[in-house]
Structures are given as structure tokens and as C-alpha cells.
């Protein structure tokens, strides 16, 4: 990476704090995921090595904060890429900072500031068939989502189901399985799960209770909330030995999303350089 990963570090931090304030004004309630939850338990910040920040809101949450932000967010300082929209065709939503630079590899039609991640948790089946219907649904949907951003694998297999999922999967099809992802949309049901990640489908879904009540915990030098019975989800997402970490000599096995980052420019003067 081009700028030290502090510095980088620090300036989604001023994202996540805005969007924080943002969903305290309009009661919308949000937990830190992945490795953003793994990181405030852990490390009371960032993993050292973490270049992304990842959030996630149940269902309503979710769409009540896309019905808020494209109302009252404040455009001249962020960009909210909506999920399954023509600038950002993937199923979860990214908040962006204007005036600043995040170009990643592949897919660039689009506004490439420094951004924070917005997943969905949807409402899933109790039963174990059912629910795995839903995840594959979501993975069909995922996989002609990557196909229109030039996500490159390099698995032969995930190659070859991303193309077929293109070619083969028209308007009506996507439709239907959209159907079946939101079946449970309207119910408070007992299990949430998040399927467009890369978590393997047991490591996908968890009982809401363990939402709970937000937990603010010290991130960095901002309180940030992470789910009531993290430790629990923590567990489920990355095994019993979350809080062991990891040797500094398999650092550089861990991807690094930014090929170049500029905090202090907007994206649109490297249009030239990295977008030929």
C-alpha cells in the first residue's frame, strides 16, 4: 500500500464515526461485523493489518437507513453506493467519502473514494434445507453480481459458476430467487444470516438474540457498537480462539483491497492514471 495503513486506518474511522451519529439522529440500529467486530474485541481498534471496515443492520434497520440516507445524508462530504444499482451492482451498500482515494483492483465505473461497508442480515428459515435454499439463492445472485464488476478468481470452479450464473440466469430468474431470499422478510424470525459474504453457509446464520442491545466498546478513540453476545457470533464466524492472534510472519496472507489510497485527494484526478 502507497500511505501508511494508520493513516488510512484513521480516515474510515472519521466515516465510521459520521455514520454512527448518522444512525443514532434516525434510531437505526447497526452492529461492527467480521473482521471489524473481531478487531474492537480483540484489539480495541482496527486488526493491524485491516484495510476495510464492515457494519451490518437487520433487515428493517437496513432499509430504513437507505430510505434516511437518501433523504438527510450529507452529499457534499459522502457518496452512498446503493447496493444492486447500476453504479454498484453487488448486494450490500458502501458509504463513501468524497474528496478522498480508495482505487481497488478491477471495476472502476464508479465513485471510488475511501468507503465502509453495509451488509444486510436477512430473516432466514429455522429449517436447515430451507435456509440453504436461501443461501444458494443469494450465491447465484452474488455470482451475476461479480460477473458485471470483472471480479477476477483464481479459482477455475468459481470462474466457470460466475460466468455460467451470467449467461444462464435472465431478469425473471434473478427475480424469483430474490423471492426466495426475502421470503421471510416480513417475520421477526428466531435466525438472521448474512449470505453475500465469504463465510462458508454454516458460519452464515445466528440467532438474533445475540444482537441484542448494542454494545459501544472503545474502537480506536471512538465507542463503537458490536452485537450484545459478540463473543458468541465471533466464535460461530472465526472458531473458538478468536482472541488468539495471529503470527506477524502470515500477515501477508491476509488481501489487501486498496491498490492505491490517497486521503487527502478526490478520486477523480487518478481517473487517467488508473482507469485506462
Known sequence: MNVDIKDFQYKILEIAFYFDEFCKKYDIEYYLMGGSALGAVRHHGFIPWDDDFDVFMTFNNYHKFLHYASIHLDTEKFHLQRE??????L???KL???GTTCIEKGYN???????????????V?????VRYIQYLSAQILKATSLYLVDYDSDSFFKKVFINSCHFIVGTTAKNFLF???NHFSTKNTLLVGHFFGKAPFPKTSFPRKWLGIQ???NFENVLLPIPFEAEKYLSLRYGSDFM???NSDIFTEYPIHAVFVDIHNDYTIYKDKFNS
Open 96 to 98: 463513501r467519502m468524497n
Open 91 to 93: 448486494f450490500f451498500s
Open 215 to 217: 454494545r459501544y466498546v
Open 244 to 246: 488468539k492472534t495471529p
Open 125 to 129: 428459515s429455522p429449517n436447515k434445507f
Open 179 to 181: 423471492k426466495i431470499l
Open 84 to 89: 444492486n444499482s447500476t453504479e454498484w451492482p
Open 109 to 123: 465505473k464508479m465513485h471510488q473514494g475511501i468507503y465502509i461497508d453495509i451488509m444486510c442480515l436477512y430473516n
